[in-house]
Every structure is written in C-alpha cells, then in structure tokens.
C-alpha cells in the first residue's frame, strides 16, 4: 500500500479525511500557549489578535516528531509519500526528509508552496496512487510537476503581513491611503508581492482571476481551488468563482479554507485561486 501524508497548512479541509491523507500538524503559539493548529480555530487566532495587538507564531515539528509520524504510517508495512510545506519558508520540510532517512519506505517531496498549492499535489497523488503508479512514479510525477503549481491569493487587509514582519508599515501606509490590494504569489518557494489592485473588491477579484488564467494559461483542468481564509465575504467567494467558471474549463471547482496556519500569516480577507499549470 502507499500513504500520502502532507503537513496541515495544506488546507485541504473535508478532503484530507475525504482521502486518507495523514496529516503532521504545525504548531501555534498564542502568547504562552503552544498547541497543534489543529487546536486552534481561525477564529481563535483573530480573538488573540485583537485582544493582544500581537500576531500567533507558527513553529515546524522536528525530525523526531516526523520519525514517529511515518513510523505509524509505515507500520502496516506501506510506503509514504509525504508533500512538504515548502522549504523555503520553514523547516518541516528538511526535518520531514532527515526522518524519512532513519524510516523505511518513506519518499518526501519538497511542494515548494503552501496551503492548496500543496494540496494540488497531495490530490494527484491520491489519484495516482489509484491508477496504481508506484511511489517512485508517484514522487517523480510530483516533482516535475512542484515549478508548474500556480499559488496565488489577494489581501484585503496588510496587518497581519505587517505583524509578521513580510510587509513594512511604509508599504502597508500607502497601501492603505491609496487603497492597493496586493496580490502575492508563491514563486521558488517563497512569497513576492505580484499585481497590485485599486478599487472595489468584487472588481479586484474579477481582475486577479482573468490576469492569472491569462498567464498561467496551460492548466491541468483535473481541479482548481477557491481557498479563502475565515471571515472572506461570502460575495468575493462568489464572485471568484463566477469568474473561474466563465474563463475556464476546470473539471472542480473546490471551495476550501485556509487553515489556521495560513491565517496566522495573513489575515482575514485572503483569498486565492490554485491549479497545476501543466496541462496540455
């Protein structure tokens, strides 16, 4: 048998039971307490915010804690491929392959993305390992395809990336006075800011998804994600996908929010669209 496990900020919601995918939970840390995000709700971290003025931290496990993760997964005598937080912006990913070392039948693919950037390719794994491919087709698919996962969201609100230190409070003064809301990207791993929006949010959202399906314009129309963080108006959601559907021909449309550790680094209000740019 093969396992596909990933790490939590996947965000793949009802799918990660949906699909036996096992999932490694990051930590958070509100104030003095640390817990698995799988403790915390999004609201939780919001509450923390406006009571403290001061954003959670998010912690990677350690190799220990991967070891004995794929060590329950492999138990049975299964193989694991296990889809990484990109490891350029945190270390679970080098711990996770330190451990697969010392497990037997453990692959580690690095998604070089986060949230349902690698929740796309935790789903085509799950779907090659029903078409039977082997945990080394299965690794070797993924990996070729980590540079073509377009990952992308729009802020509507620069505190949290302000608190976390990923935006200065001048960027964040003349984002708010000329009312800019930025688009950011996952590009080599790490997060750049991208276009940059003015106007109302149901224009903006309209805006950002035709500019991204006219540049990552070779899509696998197998699935695409909505994911949003708590608190999105219901509205822009709507409106994304109005979009979506009327300049594409993805197969699903999977709505998802993010998880809390997502939240933690951006905020109320974010919300992006997700697909593998490596159709035909």
């Known amino acids: 048998m093969i396992k ?3 790490d939590s900020m996947s965000d793949l919601d009802y799918l990660f039971e949906q699909n036996d995918i096992a999932v490694m939970p990051i930590f958070v840390v509100l104030g003095d307490e640390t817990k698995p995000d799988n403790e ?3 609201e939780d971290v919001y509450a923390h915010v406006a009571k403290t003025k001061q954003l959670p931290h998010t ?5 220990y804690d991967y070891e004995e993760f794929f060590k329950s997964l492999t138990a049975d005598g299964s193989e694991v491929v296990h889809i990484a937080f990109s490891s350029e912006l945190s270390t ?3 711990s996770a392959i330190a451990a697969a070392k010392n497990v ?4 580690v693919v690095d998604s070089l993305s986060l949230s349902t950037g690698s929740g ?8 090659l390992v029903k078409q039977g491919k082997t945990a080394e087709e299965i690794v070797e698919n993924l990996t070729k395809a980590v540079p073509a996962v377009q990952a992308s969201f729009i802020v509507t609100t620069m505190e949290y990336l302000v608190k976390g230190g990923r935006c200065s409070q001048l960027a964040s003064f003349f984002a708010s006075v000329l009312k800019i809301n930025p688009m950011l990207q996952l590009v080599g791993g790490k997060i750049v800011v991208g276009a940059k929006y003015r106007g109302n949010m149901q224009v903006i959202g309209e805006r950002y998804v035709k500019d991204i399906l006219k540049q990552y314009d070779h899509p696998d129309k197998t699935r695409i994600f909505i994911t949003y963080t708590k608190n999105t108006p219901e509205a822009l959601v709507d409106k994304i996908e109005q979009t979506v559907r009327e300049n594409s021909d993805f197969k699903e449309i999977i709505r998802t929010y993010a998880g809390t550790t997502v939240t933690c680094h951006c905020g109320a209000g974010t ?6 740019n490596d159709g035909e």
């Open 92 to 94: 679970c990913c080098n």
């Open 104 to 107: 037997k039948g453990v692959h």
């Open 271 to 276: 919300i992006g669209i997700l697909y593998i």
């Open 4 to 6: 596909i496990s990933t």
């Open 120 to 127: 796309l390719l935790c789903m085509r794994a799950v779907d």
């Open 59 to 63: 912690s990677a496990r350690n190799e």
């Open 40 to 42: 915390v709700k999004p």
